[in-house]
Structures are given as structure tokens and as C-alpha cells.
């Protein structure tokens, strides 16, 4: 299976250079401040006290701020849902980017968790300088109060070592760059012109009684009792050879102003304007008004909201109090929204325990969900929360003129909303051919929607485009199959297929049949199926034809 590197540009071409750039921003970012700290004049006798240590805790502290700054920016929802929608992004390649957030999001915080050790471990090797190399000459620069003083009370006994271990334990590394146990005992000169690093002082050697160079022995005189003037004639050999400079006055130094605020202040309060907007938006209840338990443990929900607004392929994120008063789950919506109709829908499947409890507290009876047929129910309803909508890949699916959507099992729920919105009308979108492709184990797990296939199916025909939708049922297990769909399902039973796609002789078909086209590959299942088509995608073929793979990933 040969790759194409159009196809692979295509797909993973945009996600690698943006890799590439943030990853080169972070070693320039680090190579810089790395130089700083160790070349720069201003922290030339901090260097010498702290050696590598410094260096390598300012380096990775800006790695830190730029990742910090960057961690939240992806989990704003609101916000990817408002640039995938809007048409400021009018790139599909950018739009596809944005489905990468949450990797983006992971991988900051591996960063900020790798460098945030980094930064830790080379500040406790500071500690260990500040008291080894306490610096008796310039008491000022010293964070130790005499020498030999024990590095553990610089880290424990002291407010910024204690408040700076303590944030590390919680895991607020993010915060720790702005603590003055980082940021106050780190000082820089700031008179180089005065006291350039390394020079000569005669007056604090005439005061302090030390030793003078020999070069200056003939100039300073034993019985001098006066202090030098400040234009004091240097040999010019020394002049020369730049051995010695002479400076007028006492380094001077200055403590860090704190920087991480600045790094992080602005995505931190997008997050939390975001995260305020997301409350009062899903604070008001939405109205159940019909709840059906199809068979194979799957339960719909159909609800109502003032303004509620979605599009195909987005999903809700449902709090029940009465299930969890801290626990919320994501489900893709099966039904949105339209002009004529405020009804919206989802469908989940019964795996864990909120979803049984939530079920318990919608059915009357546990056992409906054992009938052959959907079951439909009345009650009063538990107060339900919406927070919502939120992008996902799947927006993409009608604006490609051919579309590939494969479904494994539950997976089909994001395909529903575009089948429902296609039955509404298709005219209006840019997808000419859709090829729908869905895997389940059981043969009851087709009808939960098998009426919208039949449904749309019907309506193509009497429209005149048969080959609008390519419909393709496969059923992996052969445990059943007497109970197939029925009469009333006829259109499916033709498209049912026993044993599982093959998906190169799949692939090759659709390319002969879309000659140097784009296709969107749109899958949600089994990360194994999603494995094959992600392969599949960027493999080249002899007509000509690109696929774009796309999977759904809540972020």
C-alpha cells in the first residue's frame, strides 16, 4: 500500500507544521534565554554564583509561560465552535485544525508537566549555590543569609520556598514562575556603564584594605589616605589587552519584575469569561418531551430549548443533578434544530453508571428497553442541563461535494443529524454523493434509525437521485440473523451485508467512481476501523482521487 504525499499533505500537512512551529518557538524561546542568563552582563555576578543552574531555571520558565499561555486557549469551546461556524476561517484546512485541539491542549500540558521538573530540579541546584557560593562582597545579591546555610530552609523555612514546594505538590506549576521565591532572589545589575562586570574599584580597595593588582602599584601609593578620583589614569598595556577595567561606583541590583501574569492573564480570563458565558447559557432547564428505549441499551432523548441553536455533527455536553451533582457527559446530537421544527435529540447508549441511573430516572421501567420495537413513555421528567453546542469534524461532511461516513456501532449518532437535515433538504449543500457505512455486531442496532433511512431513501427516489446516498449496512455477527430487519425495512435488507468491509477494495471503488475529486473521510468507532481509514487516506490510488480523513474527538 503505497503512500501518496499528496494525500498526506493533505491530512497531516497542516498538523506537522504547526507542530514544527510551535516546537521551534519553544527552542528559541529557550536557546535565548538560555544565551541571556549565561552571556549577558547584568547577571554576570549572579552567573558566577549560580553557574548552570540559573540558565537552565530561566529557560525553562519562559518554555513554561509561552505553554501556560497557550494550555487553555484549546479547551475554549465556545470559541472553536465560533470560528468553525463563522467564516472567518475560510480554509477547511484551518477548520480541520481546529480538530486537533485537544492533542494540542495534551501536549501542552506533557510540556509545561516536563519542563515544570526541569525548573524545579534546577532551582534546588540553586539553592544548594546560594549557600554554598554565598557572596560576601555583594550581600545584596545573596538569597542565603551567611554561607553554608542549609538549602532545605531556603526551600521549607522560608515563605516563597514553602509557597513555591506547595504549588508544585498541587500541580499549579504554572504559577510557581511568579512567586517571589523564583522571581524576588533572582537579581540583575542595572549600572553596567558605572560598574561594568569584573572591573576594578579603587576606592573599595583603598577602603576595605585589600590587595591592589600589580599593574596598579606604581599609581596607588601605600600611604594614600584620600579616595581615588573617579578620572584615575589606567596603565595603558592594561587598556589594551582589556585585562582590567576601572569602574566609578558599586554594582547595583534589581530584583525580576514578575512576568508570568503577563503570559497568562489573557487566556486565563478568556477561559473563565468563556466558562461564566457556558454557565449562564446552560443554566435554564430544557424541557424533555419524549424519551424512547430502543433495543441494544440505547436510550433517545428529544428536548426543547428557548434559542437553541445547532448545526449537524455538533454535540451537548448533559448535567443531570439528580444523576451527578458534579458529573456532566458529552453526546453528539441525532436531531437538530430547524426553521419549522425547535425539537432537538440525542441518543445514548447504557454503558456505565450515569447513563444507567439516568435512564432509571427517565423510564418508568427498567425492562422496556428488552422489547423487540421502540417503546414510548410519558412522566414527569427529571430537570435536565444543556450546555451547548460545541463543534466537531463532522460540520464538514456537507461541504464536500462527495462525502465517505463510516459509523461503528453507537458511532453513527453524529451521521443521524446530517441524515435528518438531508431528509429536511439537500439542494441547498454543496454534497452531491454521500457513501454511509455502518458496522454493528447486533442486527437490532439498525433500527434505531433504520426508519430515517428508509425515510430518506424514499424521498431520493421520488426526487429522482437514487445515487444521491450510497447506503451500506454491515453486520460483523452472524449470532441472529433470523431476526432480520423485515418487509417494513425492505430498502435496507438489500443493502445488508454479512462480515465486514473491505476496505481497500471499498476505497478503490469510490476513487474509480470520483475521478480526481476531494472526498472527506468522516469516521466514529473503534480506533482500530479509524486506524484503517486514517491509512487508507493517505495511500495513493491510479484516478486521481484525495481523501481527507477526518474522526470525531470531544474536546
Known amino acids: 500500500m503505497a503512500l501518496s504525499w499528496r494525500s498526506w499533505l493533505a491530512n497531516e500537512g497542516s498538523k506537522h507544521l504547526f507542530l514544527f512551529f510551535w516546537l521551534s518557538l519553544n527552542v528559541w524561546l529557550f536557546g535565548k534565554t538560555f544565551l541571556l542568563y549565561n552571556q549577558g552582563l547584568q547577571y554576570y555576578y549572579l552567573h558566577q554564583m549560580l553557574g548552570l543552574g540559573l540558565c537552565v531555571s530561566r529557560a525553562s ?32 484546512k484551518t477548520r480541520r485544525l481546529l480538530d486537533k485541539s485537544k ?73 510557581t514562575a511568579s512567586t517571589y521565591a523564583i522571581r524576588g532572589v533572582l537579581k540583575y545589575q542595572t549600572n553596567l556603564e558605572e560598574h561594568p562586570p569584573g572591573c576594578f574599584n579603587p576606592n573599595k580597595t583603598f577602603r576595605q584594605n585589600l590587595t591592589v593588582p600589580k599593574a596598579f602599584e606604581e599609581l596607588f601609593p601605600a600611604s594614600a589616605t584620600e579616595p581615588f578620583p573617579e578620572d584615575l589614569p589606567v596603565p595603558e598595556p592594561f587598556v589594551q589587552n582589556s585585562f582590567m577595567r576601572v569602574c566609578s561606583e558599586e554594582p547595583k541590583f534589581q530584583s525580576h519584575f514578575p512576568e508570568t501574569w503577563l503570559w497568562i492573564s489573557g487566556p486565563l480570563c478568556l477561559y473563565c469569561v468563556e466558562r461564566l458565558y457556558r454557565y449562564i447559557r446552560s443554566s435554564k432547564p430544557v424541557t424533555i418531551t419524549s424519551v424512547t428505549a430502543h433495543p441494544a441499551n440505547v436510550l433517545e432523548v428529544r428536548m426543547v430549548k428557548e434559542d437553541f441553536e445547532a448545526r449537524p455533527g455538533q454535540y451537548v455536553i448533559l448535567h443531570c443533578p439528580r444523576v451527578s451533582a458534579l458529573e456532566s457527559h458529552p453526546f453528539t446530537l441525532t436531531m437538530c434544530p430547524t426553521d419549522t421544527k425547535a425539537t432537538f435529540g440525542v441518543h445514548l447508549k447504557v454503558v456505565g453508571d ?70 429536511d433538504g439537500w439542494k441547498c449543500y454543496k454534497l452531491r454523493r454521500l457513501y454511509f457505512i455502518w458496522v454493528c455486531r447486533d442486527i437490532e442496532s439498525f433500527r434505531w434509525f433504520a426508519d430515517l433511512l428508509c425515510m430518506l431513501h424514499n424521498k431520493l427516489w421520488q426526487e429522482n437521485r437514487p445515487d444521491y446516498i450510497n447506503i451500506q449496512l454491515y453486520l460483523s455477527q452472524t449470532d441472529g440473523i433470523q431476526k432480520i430487519i423485515g418487509e417494513k425495512y425492505q430498502a435496507l435488507n438489500s443493502r445488508l451485508l454479512i462480515g465486514r468491509p473491505r476496505w481497500k477494495l471499498l476505497f478503490d471503488d469510490i476513487a474509480k467512481c470520483n475521478r480526481r475529486k476531494t472526498i472527506g473521510v468522516f469516521c466514529c468507532g473503534p480506533n482500530k476501523i479509524s486506524k484503517i481509514l486514517h491509512k487508507l487516506s493517505n495511500s495513493s490510488n491510479s484516478y486521481g482521487t484525495r481523501f481527507e480523513y477526518n474522526k470525531e474527538s470531544f474536546s
Open 103 to 175: 492533542t494540542f491542549h495534551v501536549t501542552c500540558g506533557v510540556t509545561i508537566c516536563i519542563f515544570s521538573v526541569l525548573h524545579v530540579a534546577a532551582h534546588l541546584v540553586n539553592a544548594l549555590n546560594f549557600s554554598e557560593n554565598y557572596n560576601e562582597e555583594y550581600v545584596t545579591l545573596n538569597a542565603a543569609n551567611y554561607r553554608g546555610e542549609d538549602p532545605r530552609k531556603l526551600l521549607f523555612a522560608t515563605v516563597p520556598g514553602l509557597t513555591g514546594v506547595i504549588m508544585v505538590l498541587v500541580l499549579f506549576l504554572m504559577c
Open 354 to 423: 450515569w447513563t444507567e441511573r439516568f435512564r432509571d430516572l427517565l423510564l418508568l421501567h427498567s425492562n422496556q428497553d428488552t422489547e423487540i420495537l421502540p417503546i414510548f413513555q410519558q412522566r414527569r421528567y427529571p430537570k435536565l442541563y444543556v450546555d451547548g453546542p460545541f463543534g466537531s469534524p463532522f460540520e464538514e461532511s456537507l461541504n464536500y461535494e462527495v462525502s465517505l461516513c463510516v459509523a461503528g456501532g453507537i458511532g453513527v449518532t453524529p451521521f443521524a443529524s446530517v441524515l435528518n437535515t438531508l431528509l
Open 61 to 92: 520558565a519562559s518554555v513554561l509561560n509561552l505553554n501556560c499561555c497557550l494550555v487553555l486557549l484549546p479547551m475554549c469551546r465556545v470559541l472553536l465552535a465560533f470560528l468553525r461556524g463563522s467564516q472567518k476561517v475560510a480554509s477547511k
